[in-house]
C-alpha cells in the first residue's frame, strides 16, 4: 500500500445489505476501504472518500467485478467491466495506509458492517492495471462467475 496499486475480486450480494457494508477493510477510517452503498461503491484511500455512483451498479443475487486502480493523484474504479470512473484524491499520500493492522474482507474490524454475500478471486497488484487488462481480467472468470 505505499505506492500505486490495483485491487481486484469478484462480490455476490444475497438480497440487500446494511448500511456501509464493507467488502475490504485496512485501518479503519484512516486507511484503505471498498464499501456497499445500496447498489453503489464507494471507496476510501486515506482521508479521501470517493463515491462511484457513475461507475455501474452492483446486481443483486449475483456476482459482481470489482477492480479499483490507486494512484498518487486519482482513484478509479471498474464495475463489471465497464468504464473506468475516475476521481481526483485530495490527500495523495498513500504512506497513510501503511500500519500494520490485518486486511479484513466482508466486514469492519471483523466486528460490524458484515456483507451479506462472499467474496472470490481477490487479487492485489503492484501497478495500476490498464483497461486492457482490467477486460482480460473480466473475460477470463465471468464464464466462471455465471455472467
Same mark, same amino acid.
Given at each position: 500500500?505505499? +505506492? ?5 475480486? *469478484?462480490?455476490?450480494?444475497? $438480497?440487500?445489505?446494511? @448500511? /456501509? =457494508?464493507? @467488502?475490504?477493510?485496512?485501518? !479503519? $477510517? ?6 456497499? =452503498? #445500496? /447498489? ?8 479521501d472518500t470517493a463515491d462511484f455512483t457513475s461507475a455501474g451498479t452492483l446486481n443483486t443475487n449475483? *456476482? ?15 464495475? &463489471? ?9 485530495? &490527500?495523495?499520500?498513500?504512506? =497513510?495506509?501503511?500500519?500494520? &493492522?490485518?486486511?479484513?474482507?466482508? #466486514?469492519?474490524? $471483523? ?5 451479506? $454475500? !462472499?467474496?472470490?478471486?481477490? +487479487?492485489?497488484?503492484?501497478?495500476? @492495471? ?7 481480467? *473480466?473475460?477470463?472468470?465471468?464464464d466462471r462467475f455465471g455472467l
Open positions: 500500500f505505499q +505506492s500505486e496499486f490495483s485491487l481486484s475480486f *469478484w462480490t455476490y450480494l444475497s $438480497g440487500s445489505q446494511g @448500511l /456501509d =457494508t464493507r @467488502l475490504f477493510s485496512k485501518s !479503519g $477510517g484512516t486507511g484503505f476501504g471498498v464499501i456497499i =452503498t #445500496s /447498489d453503489k461503491v464507494k471507496v476510501r484511500v486515506a482521508s449475483s *456476482w459482481n467485478n470489482i477492480v479499483i486502480n490507486c494512484e498518487a493523484l486519482q482513484t478509479s474504479v471498474s464495475i &463489471n467491466n465497464g468504464t473506468l470512473r475516475t476521481i481526483s484524491r485530495l &490527500n495523495t499520500n498513500l504512506s =497513510t495506509i501503511t500500519s500494520t &493492522n490485518n486486511v479484513i474482507l466482508g #466486514s469492519l474490524g $471483523g466486528a460490524t458492517n458484515f456483507l451479506n $454475500g !462472499g467474496i472470490a478471486t481477490v +487479487s492485489m497488484y503492484q501497478r495500476i @492495471l490498464t483497461s486492457t487488462e482490467i477486460e482480460q481480467n *473480466w473475460n477470463i472468470f465471468k
